[in-house]
């Protein structure tokens, strides 16, 4: 299966990142639905159904947005951030992903998640302050030691796949994260 993936991203790097990322984002928000927050796929118990659209946005999320821009975003990275050093290197496109960057994609997904649901603009505002000061302190706890193994290890075809095996946990965390902040927000209509 390596071998498959291989020759894909080979022939097809972009649209074969964007697939598995996509996949992993919706894989994440099953994860999330199912074993974080207990959904059923029947109304047989008191607990709330599957989400099936929620699990289609994050998949259109992962694989139109998540997958194309870290492509392009890790292809950047490795072209531009050329220091004296190979440390150095690697502790600013660290330094870059995390303070540049990961800001960015974090709000990113909290309004394109709205967006996709349809959510007025009021509504997004509210959950961009109840989620994301949340998810950006824990991005920052777990993500630059993730990148500092990706940057120095992994060679750039397989950056992605490095990072999406580790955002499995990562997205299972964002989906329900922003579910807590749907819930504590109250939907309004503009």
């Given at each position: ?166 955002a499995l946990g990562w997205n299972t965390y964002l989906s329900h994260a922003n579910q ?11």
């Open positions: 299966m390596f071998g498959f993936y291989t020759r894909a991203l080979a022939n097809y790097p972009l649209p074969t990142q964007a697939v598995t990322t996509g996949m992993l984002f919706g894989s994440g928000d099953l994860i999330a639905q199912f074993l974080v927050e207990h959904h059923k796929t029947t109304s047989e118990s008191s607990t709330v159904a599957w989400d099936k659209a929620r699990t289609l946005r994050m998949t259109f999320f992962g694989a139109c947005f998540a997958g194309p821009v870290l492509h392009n975003w890790y292809g950047f990275l490795d072209r531009t951030i050329r220091l004296s050093t190979p440390v150095r290197s690697l502790l600013g496109r660290v330094a870059a992903d995390q303070i540049l960057f990961a800001p960015c994609f974090i709000a990113s997904f909290f309004v394109g998640q709205g967006l996709l649901a349809g959510e007025s603009r009021s509504t997004i505002q509210e959950r961009l302050q109840k989620g994301y000061p949340g998810a950006l302190k824990n991005n920052y706890i777990v993500w630059p030691a993730v990148q500092c193994l990706n940057f120095w290890l992994v060679p750039l075809q397989h950056r992605l796949m490095f990072v999406n095996t580790f807590m902040s749907s819930k504590a927000v109250p939907v309004s209509q503009e």
